[in-house]
């Protein structure tokens, strides 16, 4: 009985906590400021808004927990550790949002804001530079939580963010499920901070917070580098520099967000007013989720017989793979082959996929992109139509352990025979004789499995077998 009794306790307390402190209002007008941080700088690091640690950061470290309104939250980076230090948390799951756009032009006030040694040198720019990538410091580290990282005035605009996949039952439970940072000056001027729709419409309630008003938590040491640069340019005069970590973080509710409306939002957007100092945007994943992949396009296109797909990811977070999907009219998408993701990355990424000579028709394609959690999401559909064709091809012995013969048109010269990988990749070629309707052919040694033999006439045309070699 009391094991089930006290975590709703427990729960019911933290969500009175937060309507109590929410009616008293704070700097903010709506959310808390985090007063305790733990990170794993030098394996363990604790600082706090009444005792502040003497120590400060000086390079890459990652957030293990915080405390929000009196209860400390870990982030799942290392909860062993937390343990072991003997410091009670409840267990959560935070990342990173991953950056899909922003406006705003950078200049030359914009910077790299990097620990001192982040970079190996004590005092000086380091050879080679630090990679000038501003969606990489905003999610680099464990599950994107570094506090040592970030950019320093960042450009007046909007920051786009991908969200999805909301639990409706963590709506307005008083746990926090957006964490924002400022890691450099105590700002004056209040960011504004919305969920939206597809159609870019604020659903539920902007919420503008001043950093002007929130007590450091931890002071770290910074070099700066020149973001309109590339490669970066240590900034002069930025070198060593004291700078304090000022965290604040809010349930979803008090973004207006509600069980009706969550099912619309898209994105989270950050309107920076004026200078913003971020080393990363913290979500709950266990209440909402981050895309794990923005397609910049999807397109499928013939080749020959063959149908050639390319898409471009602009950002990967935690993907793991794609399934390529593919149907004809009247038909379930079914699986045809998987492709590795990137993993987590804030480049764009190509990929490029051919299915074999599928067969005449029209044939409809999809991406399953699948991440490291499990979580699915689907692209839009694509498709291309191949043209009917008379197959003239034959190869026996099918299945082969090595040797076989093919039967093919006529040959004429420069016609050839080839063999391919199931995704497209050519093993083998072979010159057919001209005026010979039969090519006996010893393949290459290959792994057992399923394999394409085409026909390639000079003037363009093929024709395709399936070969499965045992």
Not at 357 to 363: D, E
Request: aromatic share 10%; net charge negative; with cysteine.
């Amino acid at each position: 009985m009391n094991n089930i009794f006290t975590p709703f306790c427990c729960r019911a307390i933290a969500l009175y906590s937060f309507i109590f402190f929410a009616c008293l209002g704070n700097a903010n007008g709506q959310g808390l400021p985090i007063t305790e941080i733990i990170t794993n700088y030098n394996t363990y690091f604790k600082s706090s808004v009444s005792a502040i640690n003497s120590v400060k950061p000086d390079n890459s470290h990652d957030l293990l927990a915080f405390k929000f309104n009196y209860v400390r939250y870990s982030t799942g980076v290392n909860d062993a550790l937390l343990t072991t230090k003997g410091d009670g948390f409840t267990a959560e799951d935070f990342r990173g949002l991953p950056l899909q756009s922003m406006t705003g032009t950078v200049d030359t006030s914009t910077k790299l804001a990097l620990g001192a040694m982040y970079d190996g040198v004590a005092n000086g720019p380091s050879n080679p530079a630090p990679v000038n990538n501003l969606s990489l410091y905003l999610s680099d580290g464990a599950k994107g939580l570094n506090l040592g990282t970030g950019i320093a005035n960042l450009p007046v605009g909007i920051l786009n963010f991908g969200v999805s996949g909301f639990n409706f039952l963590g709506i307005g439970d008083g746990v926090p499920d957006i964490l924002v940072t400022q890691i450099a000056d105590s700002i004056t001027t209040a960011n504004d901070y919305e969920f939206i729709d597809a159609a870019g419409i604020t659903v539920g309630n902007i919420v503008s917070v001043t950093f002007n008003g929130i007590s450091p938590v931890a002071n770290w040491m910074t070099d700066f580098y020149e973001a309109s640069t590339n490669p970066a340019t240590l900034s002069a005069g930025y070198t060593q520099i004291d700078h304090s970590l000022r965290l604040w973080a809010a349930d979803l509710s008090a973004f207006g967000v509600t069980s009706t409306n969550a099912s619309t939002i898209v994105g989270f957007r950050i309107h920076v007013n004026g200078p913003s100092d971020i080393a990363f945007i913290g979500f709950n994943n266990a209440t909402f989720h981050a895309l794990p992949i923005k397609l910049n396009y999807f397109t499928a296109k013939l080749a020959g017989i063959d149908a050639k797909l390319l898409w471009q990811t602009e950002t990967e977070i935690n993907s793991k793979y794609f399934v390529v999907e593919s149907k004809m009219d009247g038909q379930q998408f079914k699986a045809i082959d998987t492709l590795a993701a990137a993993g987590n990355s804030s480049i764009a990424k190509n990929y490029a996929y051919i299915n074999i000579s599928p067969g005449a028709g029209t044939h409809y394609y999809r991406l399953k992109e699948i991440d490291i959690d499990g979580k699915v999401t689907y692209s839009t559909q694509v498709q291309v139509t191949i043209a009917p064709y008379f197959i003239q091809l034959a190869v026996y012995p099918n299945p082969t352990t090595g040797r076989i013969s093919a039967t093919h048109p006529a040959a004429q010269e420069g016609d050839k025979l080839e063999l391919f990988s199931i995704i497209g990749a050519k093993l083998f070629s072979l010159n057919a004789i001209p005026g010979a309707t039969q090519t006996n052919i010893k393949l290459p040694a290959v792994p057992a499995g399923l394999y394409v033999l085409r026909y390639l006439k000079l003037n363009g045309e093929r024709q395709s077998v399936q070969l499965l070699i045992q």
